[in-house]
């Protein structure tokens, strides 16, 4: 059985896919529910392609509600130029302050304007004061300066706003849903650029003032996005295994992650997306007692019961856009937490037994628009069909008639085939009766294909299966010889070297031959 640990470049390692500069506007109260749904569709958009790019470093830049993309039109130097008129102007009390600052906000996109900024005396000092004013809109424009700090691609601006951070964070706790979720995504903008930032927020109390966000406003969506965004972007930080993940499993934000997981119709799938990565997140970098704690929170039952539904749904047709990067990250969940579920607490854990026709339905669905989807949804099978596990999902799969789709597949590439081959061995490791079974719906036609292939790994998993095959029942041999499977095997033995050819020669010898 397989772990995804980190980078996926083999079946061991793990995508970590993030969101790059993803930019959306929040919706408002004030409008209509239709604006409000094609605005989230425009971000969901935006999701996937991002997600389809596999960036780990993410960013989000969150626009004023005038505007519909982010533009910058002023050259370099003057951009450098108005910042420092407009840093002078509001030094200086005026009328006109609430323009300048969004004036601000608007040079501060330039990435020069915002490492000439920083480096202006007291510059943090002066949105420290104009977000702890009086003025609402001279604090909204203020976070939105932040903001649009914390996305600049210099690497010595995060650190310049750590003045900041313990008023962002006290602030999440109260004020409109735009300024938090604008509190919220600066400090999640702010977490990859240093290890001094994410150090100094945990030392500030970021995981607790999360926790009590999403208790407060769990029924506020964009803001349950916005706490799910920067929660993943604290728990991709290197040192997250030793000094982030326990402190969340000690909190509530297992359990409130979980309960976000279904999808609200109207809103859409963000919501879901972003809490989904967090447990990702958790599960691939877990140890033991922290994959207990998850089990013990129900994260198995509830991502696989998921899957389930998602899994019923696309298998009548009905594949949402975008349904993709919800079913990626609750894949690595299920993946990984099988790997730590105790094998008597398998049922009680996983107990739907539509599960693996949940994933053969997904992976049919994605076979040929998202291969690399379909090879996950493989791996999950192989975890739950593993020799440790309970032989009830294997049984499933013969019982609902699936093995014959999953034979199928042997002869794609990608690393698809590898772990459909493995799910067979599972299978026909638990029972004689399974082999006999396999046999009669085709496998053993399919395996004279595969030992043909020029993959060494399927040549050898194909191997192990004829072996269990011929073990199972004395007449295997005598049908795969006729078959002309004999050559095959010879031919694998003279030239091939290594465990592949002491197998070879093993079953030629103890089961062929004989």
Not at 178 to 203: H, I, Q, W
Not at 224 to 248: C, H, M, W, Y
Request: proline letters at 4%.
């Amino acid at each position: 059985m397989f772990k995804i640990q980190l980078n996926y470049l083999s079946l061991t390692k793990k995508i970590m896919w993030r969101l790059n500069k993803v930019r959306h506007k929040a919706g408002r109260h004030g409008d209509s529910s239709e604006q409000f749904r094609s605005k989230r569709r425009e971000q969901e958009n935006a999701l996937r392609q991002a997600r389809r790019d596999r960036q780990l470093v993410s960013k989000r830049l969150l626009l004023n509600d005038d505007e519909e993309h982010p533009e910058v039109t002023m050259e370099t130097n003057s951009a450098g130029q108005d910042v420092v008129s407009l840093f002078l102007k509001l030094q200086h009390s005026g009328p006109e302050k609430e323009a300048d600052l969004k004036a601000l906000s608007k040079a501060l996109r330039d990435p020069s304007a915002q490492l000439t900024f920083i480096k202006q005396g007291k510059s943090m000092h002066l949105l420290v004061g104009l977000l702890t004013g009086s003025n609402a809109q001279c604090r909204l424009q203020a976070v939105q300066c932040l903001h649009e700090l914390s996305h600049s691609p210099h690497a010595t601006v995060a650190p310049a706003c750590l003045p900041v951070t313990p008023y962002l964070l006290t602030y999440l706790s109260g004020q409109s849903t735009r300024f938090t979720e604008l509190c919220l995504y600066t400090l999640g903008n702010l977490c990859p650029d240093s290890d001094v930032v994410t150090e100094k927020l945990l030392a500030q109390g970021i995981i607790p003032a999360l926790t009590s966000c999403l208790e407060n406003q769990r029924h506020n969506l964009a803001l349950v996005e916005a706490v799910g965004f920067t929660l993943s972007q604290l728990l991709q930080n290197r040192d997250a295994a030793e000094k982030i993940i326990p402190t969340v499993l000690a909190s509530s934000l297992p359990s409130l992650l979980l309960s976000v997981l279904t999808p609200d119709p109207q809103f859409g799938l963000a919501p879901a997306i972003e809490c989904a990565w967090c447990l990702h997140y958790l599960t691939s970098r877990q140890s033991a007692v922290d994959g207990r704690v998850l089990l013990c929170h129900g994260a198995l039952l509830q991502c696989s019961s998921l899957l389930v539904s998602i899994g019923g749904v696309v298998a009548d047709g009905k594949k949402e856009e975008g349904m993709e990067l919800l079913i990626c990250p609750l894949l690595r969940c299920v993946g990984n937490l099988l790997s730590s579920c105790p094998v008597d607490d398998l049922i009680a854990q996983v107990d739907d037994v539509r599960l693996p026709a949940a994933l053969c339905a997904l992976l049919q669905a994605y076979l040929h628009t998202q291969p690399a989807l379909a090879r996950e949804t493989a791996w999950v099978l192989n975890n739950l069909t593993a020799p440790a596990h309970s032989i009830e999902f294997c049984s499933a799969l013969l019982t609902l008639n699936l093995v014959p789709g999953l034979i199928q597949l042997l002869p794609f590439s990608q690393g698809i085939n590898t772990m459909i081959l493995r799910v067979l061995a599972n299978i026909a490791h638990k029972k004689k009766e399974f082999c006999v079974q396999l046999i009669q719906l085709g496998l053993l036609s399919a395996l004279c294909a595969t030992l043909k292939m020029a993959d060494p790994e399927m040549v050898t998993l194909s191997l192990d299966v004829l072996f269990m095959l011929v073990t199972s029942c004395p007449q295997v041999a005598e049908e795969f010889v006729k078959q002309g499977g004999l050559s095959l095997i010879e031919a694998i033995q003279y030239n091939s070297e290594g465990e592949m050819r002491r197998r070879a020669a093993y079953l030629l010898e103890h089961k062929l031959l004989s």
